[in-house]
């Protein structure tokens, strides 16, 4: 059956154009109300905003002047991004299983910025935001199209199947599509067969640590003194985004936590220590079982900037063989800085009789949930499933960080049969999951029932604009569909969300096993979900 063709540009903005239609009465409402509390939220995320539109800027650039479909795509992409910067600073969510900031930006949309997404011209403000789009905005929040009829499975299927029936995908693979205001499942072929998930499993992961740790968590590295032996222990809390460079950029800083730690043995009268770390938090082996790979450091309690042996903040490096000491030995010559001497840092174990000295702490979980799924870091994801683990009373190894998200997955009433996880990143070709339970997974996360969950859909990336989307959907549906991307030899996957043109926000999850051409999969992966968000399948 031959595909059909894809919405023009000029139907895909009338499509946009209904959908702000129909919100934007509701978003006046409550704009005024709001206007106060945002002008709180963006006074102190004002950096962060700042360094999202820089970030964002280049992108934009790159792909030269946009259309009108691009720019509305844009638009709502710039939106989203600087909305994440006002939610990440000021947070909570309330009883919408929305972030209180983030409905109050989408609430202040009456203000509108230029077509380069930048600064206002001969201001020292900080970048106007763009034009919402609010297909993508208000669909995070479940949707615009309740009026119209969902759509219709014959439908989906007449587009889906043939697109999805291709050799470039291989010779094994698994497809749902669930509505998320209703948690129906649309569409399923071999939804419920077990298939090697690669990277989504960072899906799993996410909503793992969020149930058993909630959002607000915080994962804290510290010093403590033992008592009589002048032994000071930097104790590992398990934060792979500790970083020791000069600019800590909103992470926990080992640097400050030296600055304290000197300043704290000083007032003791203390000039030389005997230096030690603790790793203890996690058990059993740090080596993942794919070996030695640029891909994810040992996995261990104690790291800085990820045990990376270059500059770069995500994709594969060159890691340190031994994260821990790495980190102690990088902490020690803080301490000096500061007139402290120290020994050559050894593995220790602070006793309960040691006394705090200083500690500094991660930004909130639901931060570095977003950054593992935006960047699929490999390293967050690891540490998280640990966290998982200590959070559930299991043993903080591979094995127990498995079981432990595998039964906080059940407990969240989700379809776990046929799931096997092997670890927190999907770097393990053992992972199996279904398609089902990755789709309806993130339904649930859209559930306010959920709040806890909600960073599992903000931390997507946003297709031709973040992440590993961000070279993709360039000439399609860029900023309405928001996904995580899988990719191992033989394997691709992509799962999300995306709003269609009758404005129903749909989850999905298609798994390709046995492909031959990542390049060739991975497009005929994108003219699916382009074909589905173009759809309205009625």
């Not at 030296?258 to 938090?281: H, I, N, Q, W």
């Not at 930004?363 to 977003?370: A, G, I």
Request: glycine fraction near 10%; proline fraction near 7%; include cysteine.
């Amino acid at each position: 059956m031959a595909v059909p063709k894809l919405r023009s540009w000029q139907a895909a903005r009338a499509q946009v154009t209904r959908a702000a239609s129909a919100v934007r009465p509701r978003l006046a409402q409550a704009a005024d109300a709001a206007r106060p509390r945002l002008a709180r939220a963006a006074t102190a995320a004002k950096p962060r905003v700042a360094r999202l539109a820089r970030a964002v800027t280049p992108q934009a650039a790159r792909t030269g002047r946009p259309t009108t479909w691009q720019y509305t795509a844009g638009a709502a992409t710039a939106g989203l991004a600087l909305a994440a910067g006002v939610v990440t600073a000021a947070g909570p969510w309330d009883s919408t299983g929305q972030r209180t900031a983030e409905r109050d930006w989408v609430a202040a949309k009456e203000r509108t910025g230029g077509t380069d997404h930048g600064r206002a011209p001969d201001t020292a403000e900080g970048p106007r935001p763009a034009p919402s789009a609010p297909s993508v905005l208000t669909g995070l929040g479940g949707g615009v199209g309740t009026v119209r009829s969902l759509p219709d499975r014959k439908a989906l299927a007449d587009v889906l199947d043939p697109l999805l029936d291709v050799p470039q995908l291989g010779t094994r693979g698994a497809a749902a599509v669930v509505d998320v205001s209703t948690g129906r499942r649309l569409y399923g072929v071999g939804a419920t067969e077990s298939l090697t998930p690669a990277s989504t499993t960072k899906i799993a992961t996410a909503a793992a640590a969020l149930t058993a740790l909630g959002p607000d968590h915080r994962l804290t590295t510290r010093t403590a003194l033992e008592p009589d032996t002048d032994e000071l222990v930097l104790v590992g809390g398990g934060d792979p985004t500790l970083t020791a460079r000069e600019e800590a950029k909103g992470w926990a800083s080992l640097r400050e936590l030296a600055d304290d730690t000197a300043e704290a043995l000083k007032k003791r009268d203390m000039r030389e220590v005997t230096l030690s770390y603790d790793t203890t938090l996690y058990a059993g082996p740090g080596r993942h079982p794919i070996g030695v790979n640029d891909n994810l450091a040992p996995v261990t309690a104690l790291m800085a900037d990820e045990a990376r042996t270059d500059d770069s903040t995500r994709g594969p490096a060159p890691r340190v063989a031994d994260p821990a000491k790495d980190a102690a030995i990088r902490f020690a010559s803080f301490l000096a800085d500061h007139g402290i001497k120290t020994t050559s840092p050894g593995p220790s174990k602070a006793t309960d009789r040691a006394e705090a000295l200083a500690e500094v702490s991660s930004p909130p979980l639901s931060t570095l949930v977003e950054r593992m799924l935006t960047n699929s870091d490999n390293d967050i994801a690891e540490a998280l499933a640990r966290h998982t683990a200590v959070a559930s009373g299991k043993r903080p190894d591979f094995r127990g960080a498995s079981a432990a998200i595998e039964a906080r997955l059940k407990k969240l009433g989700l379809p776990v049969s046929g799931v096997d996880i092997k670890d927190g990143s999907g770097l393990d070709r053992s992972d199996k999951l279904t398609a089902s339970l990755l789709a309806t997974l993130l339904a649930k996360a859209a559930d306010p029932a959920h709040p806890e969950l909600r960073p599992t859909l903000t931390g997507l990336p946003v297709a031709g604009f973040t992440g590993t989307l961000s070279g993709r959907y360039s000439d399609g549906p860029a900023g309405v569909v928001r996904a995580k991307t899988g990719t191992l030899t033989g394997v691709n996957s992509l799962a999300g969300t995306l709003v269609d043109q009758d404005g129903h926000l749909l989850s999905f999850a298609f798994l390709a096993t046995d492909t031959t051409d990542p390049g060739a999969a991975q497009s005929a992966l994108d003219k699916a979900v382009a074909a589905l968000a173009s759809c309205g399948c009625r």
